[in-house]
């Protein structure tokens, strides 16, 4: 065999080819569509939506081979049980039990011709057209007999038809005039491609390589031109530049460019030789469908996707990108539908889960540093760098980190422990304080304690701050762009000064947690995101919205600012942004806002503290296991509008097709309409309206629903509209559906009424006439009845006068009666006042000292009583001090016995004010007083004592100091009679006496003789 002349070329050539190519790429992209939703060569496959079918979701259980989108909207699968049908909501199938012209279920290829219309090809049954339902069969003339797995169906450039697969008919063309045969039936044909520069390639068992020559014969690519002996070809690809990639059953893929073959394997990163499927999306990512998952090419490197990124089977059968410019990936039983979300959502769990973050910051190079309670992680670009213990940190658990002003990353961790970066490391300080949150400005690192104080890092230690309000709770710090530091917590807004620390809670609602804070456009304005609404503070001025202002809810734990003065907030609805015009408009009453949750790609929903924005403009939310981040002036938008179908109609549980005309028999009355809009990138977000012409004609929303019943329709005609928008508000143009008469019954027409209203007008003229007779003689009667029952009222009134008078003489004697009554009354109520108030003076004389106010010496001993009865039930210690005035004696006889009486009255003032409400205190005798403590241990018992003691010898009293000594007794389980308790708290209190007064004594085990 000679050197292929249409396949290695001189180098001449080679370069025109070359501009070729490059004239057609440029004239292809000045023509394309600026595409927004195509896969992001920057993201991982994991950071994409995606959205899983499975047998339980209503697809076929037997493989899938083929996928291609129709120009309604629709998806179409080439599988094992038949074609199937997709909306993006339910699946449709179509075999031989529903479609009789199609013998044999198993449908092994799809494509679209030019004209839109849809073909298959069969495993047994040929191939044809699937026009609105049914199977029409294509016809060849000529040929070999035997068609079996028409595996490739490609339609050329010039519309031509090239059919492959096994059988007597391998690879066939069916042309503008003629069809003709190629390769014989020892070979099969798996794959047809077609170059830019209009050369049909074919993949196969054998040749596995094969391109059409230009007198319309096929050469093969073989171990000379340098493709490996025994590969089998499965699929192939042609690119825009004129090269061709051969994705094998078992040598892995081949690259034929300007005469030149590569072979990628594992060297490149393809473990899998065994390759299915092979397409290039609109963003320029060439994918790879293989036996063990799906792979992404850039860069001479495979990246590789599985299990790991939800593909729940390891074989690709198919892949697709619809129009949408989403990536539809099929392997074995299930559909995968891959896609760009609006918002990126970066998972920072490990293996087991237990990763979560804490908190984040920002330095100028770009990174975002993220501490979580295993380390902090480094985000640059698609870099993730994870820093634990061996790099320097003083411990896994990070709790808060933040950025100084000179670009220094500082470190809290949960133990209490601070570091910062420097050179690839983590530096560790000294000092150790237990601290909520991390923050700096302009004068160094401010550590809020969990004490409720501030500290700030100089000199090499912890100096406190002056704290005008200590909270309780600290969530966040935030320094603005003047370098301010700010702090949010239970008590409120805190102000971090130099060496002091001011909080702000005027105008917040009561017990409002401040979780995350924002500096606004206008300077010195702050907004606040709280567990109570959105705040904002100006010119010491609070402002607060909620839920009953429109905000989606209440709890708000982040918030941040884009550069169109758009305010973000996240929450545990998701994330959403309001316009600040809107909450400052004195027009708008409620708030609007846009939602975003995880059919938008916020994956972990932001319930905790934290959001920053990176220079480029770029937010990030802080999620409990990861974060979620996206440009809100670059949102990716769908300007794809759905295409809606009216799919079927029910009338009477009838079902007609969407016909242009159907006219009904009387009675016919109740209506179903089924339909739908396809939109494949978020089927769930479409919206619904419609209306019924000739009974509605404004549009009514459906929402997601996609049926509508009508039940007793009046006979008219009527004619059914629907459209639908995508989630981004897209609306597709009205589609008016079939047009239906219902037809009256004879008692519904024009005429039959005519005649009843005329025969109901005569009916109530003479009903009228007759009943204003009988209405003339009834008046009379009443006149009659009223003039009798006239002249009986007059007599009835008299009567009533008379009865007047009389009550009127009885009621001045009543009344006369009962101001006697009232005066004698008053007079015992007098007298029982005075009769109370000498009781109750009596009842205090005798429970109460006279001198000192105190329970006296009787009460005590009740007290106590009662006290001992209740600790022995209950389990209690019980607490009994005696307290004795040292050398009171000596103080009455050298300034008398008033001035004594003045410091008994002192010390009962004294005594009272320092116990506890539960407490007794009494005099127990000349100057010796007692106090019962109930449900008071030992140690309760000494620090009471003593704090007592020391009171009394620090007052000033008149004339000279006064002090006491002290008996204290404990009483734990065992029962005692009062006298044995007493005697007790006695003895300890001439110990006090003997060993120099001025002194506490307790008895906590007393002897067994003293129980007894």
């Given at each position: 065999m000679g050197k292929p002349t249409h396949l290695f070329m001189e180098k001449a050539m080679k370069i025109v080819r070359t501009l070729y190519f490059l004239f057609i790429l440029f004239a292809g992209v000045c023509c394309s569509q600026v595409t927004l939703f195509a896969l992001d060569k920057n993201l991982d496959l994991k950071q994409c939506r995606?959205?899983?079918?499975?047998?339980?979701?209503?697809?076929?259980?037997?493989?899938?081979?083929?996928?291609?989108?129709?120009?309604?909207?629709?998806?179409?699968?080439?599988?094992?049980?038949?074609?199937?049908?997709?909306?993006?909501?339910?699946?449709?199938?179509?075999?031989?039990?529903?479609?009789?012209?199609?013998?044999?279920?198993?449908?092994?290829?799809?494509?679209?011709?030019?004209?839109?219309?849809?073909?298959?090809?069969?495993?047994?049954?040929?191939?044809?057209?699937?026009?609105?339902?049914?199977?029409?069969?294509?016809?060849?003339?000529?040929?070999?007999?035997?068609?079996?797995?028409?595996?490739?169906?490609?339609?050329?450039?010039?519309?031509?038809?090239?059919?492959?697969?096994?059988?007597?008919?391998?690879?066939?063309?069916?042309?503008?005039?003629?069809?003709?045969?190629?390769?014989?039936?020892?070979?099969?044909?798996?794959?047809?491609?077609?170059?830019?520069?209009?050369?049909?390639?074919?993949?196969?068992?054998?040749?596995?390589?094969?391109?059409?020559?230009?007198?319309?014969?096929?050469?093969?690519?073989?171990?000379?031109?340098?493709?490996?002996?025994?590969?089998?070809?499965?699929?192939?690809?042609?690119?825009?530049?004129?090269?061709?990639?051969?994705?094998?059953?078992?040598?892995?893929?081949?690259?034929?460019?300007?005469?030149?073959?590569?072979?990628?394997?594992?060297?490149?990163?393809?473990?899998?030789?065994?390759?299915?499927?092979?397409?290039?999306?609109?963003?320029?990512?060439?994918?790879?469908?293989?036996?063990?998952?799906?792979?992404?090419?850039?860069?001479?490197?495979?990246?590789?996707?599985?299990?790991?990124?939800?593909?729940?089977?390891?074989k690709v059968g198919a892949v697709l990108e619809d129009r949408e410019e989403n990536l539809w990936v099929c392997n074995d039983t299930y559909l995968h539908r891959f896609n760009n979300t609006k918002m990126t959502p970066i998972d920072l769990s490990n293996a087991d889960g237990t990763r979560q973050t804490r908190a984040m910051c920002s330095t100028g190079d770009g990174s975002v540093w993220v501490a979580t309670t295993h380390g902090v992680t480094r985000i640059k670009g698609r870099k993730q760098i994870h820093y634990t213990t061996s790099d320097g940190l003083p411990a896994n658990g990070v709790s808060s980190i933040c950025t100084a002003l000179d670009n220094t990353v500082?470190?809290?961790?949960?133990?209490?422990?601070?570091?910062?970066?420097?050179?690839?490391?983590?530096?560790?300080?000294?000092?150790?304080?237990?601290?909520?949150?991390?923050?700096?400005?302009?004068?160094?690192?401010?550590?809020?304690?969990?004490?409720?104080?501030?500290?700030?890092?100089?000199?090499?230690?912890?100096?406190?701050?002056?704290?005008?309000?200590?909270?309780?709770?600290?969530?966040?710090?935030?320094?603005?762009?003047?370098?301010?530091?700010?702090?949010?917590?239970?008590?409120?807004?805190?102000?971090?000064?130099?060496?002091?620390?001011?909080?702000?809670?005027?105008?917040?609602?009561?017990?409002?947690?401040?979780?995350?804070?924002?500096?606004?456009?206008?300077?010195?304005?702050?907004?606040?995101?709280?567990?109570?609404?959105?705040?904002?503070?100006?010119?010491?001025?609070?402002?607060?919205?909620?839920?009953?202002?429109?905000?989606?809810?209440?709890?708000?734990?982040?918030?941040?600012?884009?550069?169109?003065?758009?305010?973000?907030?996240?929450?545990?609805?998701?994330?959403?942004?309001?316009?600040?015009?809107?909450?400052?408009?004195?027009?708008?009453?409620?708030?609007?806002?846009?939602?975003?949750?995880?059919?938008?790609?916020?994956?972990?929903?932001?319930?905790?503290?934290?959001?920053?924005?990176?220079?480029?403009?770029?937010?990030?939310?802080?999620?409990?296991?990861?974060?979620t981040v996206f440009d809100p002036l670059h949102l990716p938008f769908n300007d794809v509008a759905p295409s809606v179908h009216i799919e079927k109609i029910v009338l009477d549980k009838k079902e007609y097709t969407n016909q242009q005309s159907i006219t009904l028999a009387p009675g016919k009355n109740n209506l179903e309409i089924h339909y739908t809009g396809i939109s494949l990138a978020l089927p769930e977000g479409v919206q619904f309206r419609y209306r019924l012409l000739g009974y509605e004609q404004d549009w009514i929303s459906a929402s997601t629903r996609r049926v509508v019943f009508y039940t007793n329709l009046p006979p008219g005609r009527y004619t059914f509209q629907i459209k639908a928008a995508n989630e981004d508000g897209v609306w597709s143009p009205p589609v008016t559906g079939t047009t239906f008469q219902l037809q009256p019954y004879y008692y519904q027409t024009w005429w039959f009424k005519s005649v009843g209203g005329l025969a109901c007008i005569g009916s109530v003229f003479g009903v009228f006439r007759w009943r204003l007779k009988r209405l003339k003689l009834s008046n009379q009667i009443l006149e009659e009845h009223v003039a009798t029952r006239t002249g009986e009222l007059a007599h009835s009134y008299q009567e009533l006068k008379e009865m007047h008078y009389a009550l009127e003489e009885m009621n001045a004697e009543l009344k006369a009666a009962n101001d006697e009554m009232i005066a004698s009354n008053n007079e015992l109520a007098t007298a029982n006042c005075k009769l109370e108030k000498a009781n109750h003076k009596l009842a205090t004389l005798a429970t109460t000292d006279g001198l000192t106010g105190l329970d006296n010496h009787r009460t005590f001993q009740e007290k106590l009583r009662h006290e001992l009865a209740l600790a022995t039930r209950m389990g209690w210690s019980l607490g009994l001090l005696l307290l004795d005035v040292d050398f009171f004696k000596q103080y009455n006889d050298v300034y008398g016995h008033p001035a004594g009486d003045t410091v008994l009255r002192i010390l009962g003032r004294l005594l009272k004010e320092n116990v506890r409400t539960i407490d007794h205190v009494a005099r127990y005798g000349g100057e010796e007083f007692a106090i019962i403590l109930p449900n008071t241990d030992t140690e309760a018992v000494s620090v009471i004592g003593e704090r007592i003691r020391k009171v009394i010898a620090e007052y000033g009293f008149p004339n000279r100091a006064v002090t006491l000594s002290i008996g204290a007794a404990v009483l734990h389980e065992n029962s005692m009679e009062p006298e044995t308790f007493v005697e007790c708290a006695d003895m300890a209190l001439y110990d006090s006496k003997r060993s120099g007064r001025n002194r506490l004594t307790l008895v906590e085990e007393q002897p067994t003789t003293l129980a007894a």
């Open positions: 995606l959205d899983t079918w499975r047998q339980k979701e209503g697809l076929p259980s037997q493989s899938i081979d083929g996928l291609v989108q129709t120009s309604d909207g629709y998806l179409w699968l080439a599988s094992r049980s038949g074609l199937v049908r997709f909306d993006g909501v339910g699946f449709q199938i179509y075999n031989s039990s529903n479609v009789p012209t199609l013998t044999r279920s198993m449908v092994r290829s799809v494509a679209l011709s030019p004209k839109q219309e849809l073909w298959i090809g069969t495993d047994g049954d040929g191939f044809g057209r699937f026009v609105d339902g049914k199977y029409l069969p294509y016809k060849v003339e000529g040929g070999k007999s035997g068609w079996s797995e028409q595996k490739a169906l490609f339609f050329a450039a010039d519309g031509s038809l090239w059919i492959g697969g096994r059988g007597g008919n391998p690879l066939t063309h069916i042309g503008t005039k003629k069809t003709a045969f190629f390769l014989d039936s020892s070979n099969g044909v798996n794959a047809i491609a077609q170059d830019s520069f209009g050369k049909i390639w074919v993949a196969g068992d054998s040749p596995a390589l094969a391109f059409q020559k230009s007198d319309g014969s096929f050469q093969t690519i073989t171990k000379k031109e340098g493709l490996k002996e025994g590969v089998v070809g499965t699929c192939l690809w042609a690119d825009s530049d004129g090269s061709v990639w051969l994705g094998t059953s078992n040598d892995g893929v081949f690259h034929i460019q300007y005469g030149k073959i590569r072979q990628y394997n594992r060297a490149e990163g393809l473990l899998s030789h065994s390759v299915n499927a092979m397409r290039r999306d609109r963003g320029g990512n060439l994918w790879i469908g293989t036996q063990d998952g799906m792979y992404r090419f850039e860069q001479n490197k495979f990246t590789r996707y599985n299990n790991a990124e939800g593909l729940f089977a390891h500082w470190v809290m961790t949960e133990d209490g422990h601070y570091a910062y970066f420097k050179e690839s490391r983590f530096v560790s300080i000294p000092p150790h304080l237990s601290g909520w949150q991390v923050g700096a400005d302009k004068n160094g690192l401010v550590v809020a304690a969990q004490n409720g104080q501030f500290f700030r890092y100089t000199n090499g230690g912890f100096h406190a701050l002056k704290v005008s309000e200590k909270p309780q709770y600290v969530f966040l710090f935030y320094r603005d762009s003047s370098g301010q530091l700010w702090c949010g917590s239970d008590k409120g807004l805190h102000k971090i000064g130099a060496d002091r620390v001011e909080c702000i809670q005027k105008g917040l609602p009561p017990e409002a947690h401040i979780l995350g804070i924002m500096e606004g456009k206008l300077q010195g304005e702050i907004w606040l995101s709280t567990d109570k609404g959105l705040a904002r503070y100006y010119m010491g001025r609070m402002q607060v919205w909620n839920k009953e202002d429109g905000l989606p809810d209440n709890n708000l734990y982040q918030i941040q600012r884009d550069k169109s003065n758009n305010l973000w907030l996240g929450g545990n609805a998701g994330i959403f942004s309001v316009l600040i015009s809107d909450l400052l408009s004195s027009e708008r009453r409620t708030v609007r806002y846009t939602l975003y949750n995880a059919l938008q790609g916020v994956r972990s929903y932001p319930i905790t503290m934290g959001a920053i924005q990176t220079e480029d403009g770029r937010l990030w939310f802080k999620g409990e296991t990861g974060l």
